[in-house]
Nanobody, 113 residues
Framework: VQLQASGGGLVQAGESLRLSCAAS????????MGWYRQAPGKQRELVAV?????MTTYAASVKGRFTVSRDKNMVYLQMNSLNSEDTAVYYC??????????WGKGTQVTVSS
């Protein structure tokens, strides 16, 4: 399975950004898709994931600001009210129904204050 993310960039604090990720090559389907992020000097952390079409999980730090959604093998992350603590490399992830995890290469999000 290949995951290709896009939509990262440089924004000002308070602005919005939308990440997209396209999954290809899955023969058995993908159970869960979503996003993790890794800031400099920190461990990779969950941002938001969606299982099926509507079962979502969010990190406490982004709840109410970020929205994860899915359309077949596409997953999106709408990020509103961005702040400097959201600066990180964002990784698209997917999990097959067999429990195998896949990762994209990551896209940089930088929020200037």
């Amino acid at each position: 399975v290949q995951l290709q993310a896009s939509g990262g960039g440089l924004v000002q604090a308070g602005e919005s950004l939308r990440l997209s990720c396209a999954a290809s090559g899955s023969r058995s389907g993908l159970n869960r898709m979503g996003w993790y992020r890794q800031a400099p000097g920190k461990q990779r952390e969950l941002v938001a994931v969606i299982a099926g079409t509507d079962m979502t999980t969010y990190a406490a730090s982004v709840k109410g600001r970020f929205t994860v959604s899915r359309d077949k093998n596409m997953v999106y992350l709408q990020m509103n009210s961005l702040n400097s603590e959201d600066t990180a490399v964002y990784y698209c992830t997917a999990r097959s129904y067999y429990g195998l995890d896949y990762w994209g290469k990551g896209t940089q999000v930088t929020v200037s204050s």
